[in-house]
């Protein structure tokens, strides 16, 4: 019987590896090397049960961080899948969920394209990434759906054919990663063509990109800065909470600054952190259940099994915690001698 099974499954693999051929799609759920999601992550995409938030407390006080989902592309480009993932973090407390939006066929070079990459999708780094991306239908989709359930979402847009595809959903707010941090030419294609908000993470550079960025975006409505380090997963001493304190002084020069936070780090500890230290938005990946192949696994929170919940619990709790500034006396406080 095992050789049977071992047997049938190698087959199941060597369809799984010809998809693009097939003239039915097949989606395996587990744990394989070639599934697209793990069994918890279909049960929470046909279910509208929410998990369980057990921390101790929740918030009553006014929110005034904003907490976003980075989905990025791990929705896999399914529909089904991005909807369930959109209403968990609804559901678990974010405030908006954010995707990502590239032309894969020249943002990446040939080379990068035509190396191995097993997934879902076929054999390259190039399948991988052409299988991930949104069309405008599934924007439309994203639109509406947000629209319905009160959720914001925006989109990171990594190249100018991107920039101007997403501009014609007419966002409030778009953000610029730390990918392209370098590409100072589109940079300041946006800077003098964007007036409404914007989010910018600072991963992988230092003052100067600060002094840029300051320099180049005189038009635009509000800047959201986030501190980040592009490392996956960032060690905590090397997450730069401390440079959010120095975002919020310049804040205090310029009001359209508001300093914010890019997690790459795993739990939500530094999160925390970020909140007293001033940060009014907080970035943390998420996904739908564990897969191995797919970008940033190791650090995205899960929306499935409550964790996502759990992580908005905490910030909220420091958000708490932090939110007055002005002394005063409580009606807790007595003397004890």
Same mark, same amino acid.
């Given at each position: 019987?095992?050789?049977?099974?071992?047997?049938?499954?190698?087959?199941?693999?060597? @369809?799984?590896?010809?998809?693009?051929?097939?003239?039915?799609?097949?989606?395996?759920?587990?744990?394989?090397?070639?599934?697209?999601?793990?069994?918890?992550?279909?049960?929470?995409?046909?279910?509208?049960?929410?998990?369980?938030?057990?921390?101790?407390?929740?918030?009553?006080?006014?929110?005034?961080?904003?907490?976003?989902?980075?989905?990025?592309?791990?929705?896999?480009?399914?529909?089904?899948? @991005?909807?369930?993932?959109?209403?968990?973090?609804?559901?678990?407390?974010?405030?908006?969920?954010?995707?990502?939006?590239?032309?894969?066929?020249?943002? /990446?070079?040939?080379?990068?394209?035509?190396?191995? /990459?097993?997934?879902?999708?076929?054999?390259?780094?190039?399948?991988?990434?052409?299988?991930?991306?949104?069309?405008?239908?599934?924007?439309?989709?994203?639109?509406? /759906?947000?629209?319905?359930?009160?959720?914001?979402?925006?989109?990171?847009?990594?190249?100018?054919?991107?920039?101007?595809?997403?501009?014609?959903?007419?966002?409030?707010?778009?953000?610029?990663?730390?990918?392209?941090?370098?590409?100072?030419?589109?940079?300041?294609?946006?800077?003098?063509?964007?007036?409404?908000? &914007?989010? &910018?993470?600072?991963?992988?550079?230092?003052?100067?990109?600060?002094?840029?960025?300051?320099?180049?975006?005189?038009?635009?409505?509000?800047? /959201? @800065? @986030?501190?980040?380090?592009?490392?996956?997963?960032?060690?905590?001493?090397?997450?730069?909470?401390?440079?959010?304190?120095?975002?919020?002084?310049?804040?205090?020069?310029?009001?359209?600054?508001?300093?914010?936070?890019?997690?790459?780090?795993?739990?939500?500890?530094?999160?925390?952190?970020?909140?007293?230290?001033?940060?009014?938005?907080?970035?943390?990946?998420?996904?739908?259940?564990?897969?191995?192949?797919?970008?940033?696994?190791?650090?995205?929170?899960?929306?499935?099994?409550?964790?996502?919940?759990?992580?908005?619990?905490?910030?909220?709790?420091?958000?708490?915690?932090?939110?007055?500034?002005?002394?005063?006396?409580?009606?807790?406080?007595?003397?004890?001698?």
């Amino acid at each position: 019987v095992e050789h049977m099974i071992k047997r049938q499954e190698s087959y199941l693999q060597r @369809l799984m590896e010809e998809r693009d051929r097939l003239f039915i799609d097949v989606a395996h759920i587990g744990n394989r090397s070639y599934s697209m999601m793990t069994t918890e992550a279909f049960n929470a995409v046909r279910s509208s049960v929410r998990p369980t938030v057990t921390r101790e407390e929740s918030v009553a006080l006014p929110k005034y961080v904003s907490i976003v989902a980075e989905i990025t592309t791990n929705h896999f480009g399914d529909r089904d899948r @991005l909807q369930a993932m959109i209403r968990l973090a609804k559901e678990s407390g974010a405030d908006y969920i954010k995707l990502q939006k590239r032309n894969v066929d020249t943002f /990446y070079d040939k080379a990068t394209l035509a190396k191995p /990459y097993r997934s879902p999708f076929g054999k390259t780094f190039g399948d991988y990434r052409r299988g991930l991306e949104l069309n405008e239908e599934d924007f439309e989709f994203v639109d509406e /759906y947000c629209k319905k359930i009160g959720m914001g979402w925006f989109v990171s847009v990594l190249d100018e054919a991107s920039y101007e595809f997403i501009r014609s959903f007419n966002p409030s707010i778009i953000k610029l990663p730390s990918t392209i941090s370098k590409k100072k030419s589109f940079l300041k294609k946006v800077a003098e063509d964007w007036k409404r908000e &914007i989010v &910018i993470s600072t991963g992988m550079t230092d003052a100067g990109y600060e002094s840029f960025l300051l320099a180049a975006f005189r038009k635009t409505e509000r800047i /959201y @800065l @986030l501190q980040c380090t592009s490392a996956y997963p960032t060690p905590e001493g090397e997450a730069g909470i401390g440079v959010i304190r120095h975002y919020r002084d310049i804040s205090k020069i310029d009001s359209r600054i508001i300093p914010g936070y890019s997690s790459h780090d795993l739990g939500s500890f530094c999160s925390q952190l970020a909140v007293a230290a001033g940060a009014r938005m907080l970035e943390k990946h998420v996904k739908l259940g564990s897969v191995h192949w797919a970008h940033f696994d190791d650090v995205a929170v899960d929306l499935t099994n409550g964790d996502f919940s759990l992580y908005v619990a905490d910030v909220r709790r420091a958000e708490k915690i932090a939110a007055r500034e002005d002394k005063v006396v409580f009606d807790s406080e007595h003397h004890k001698y």
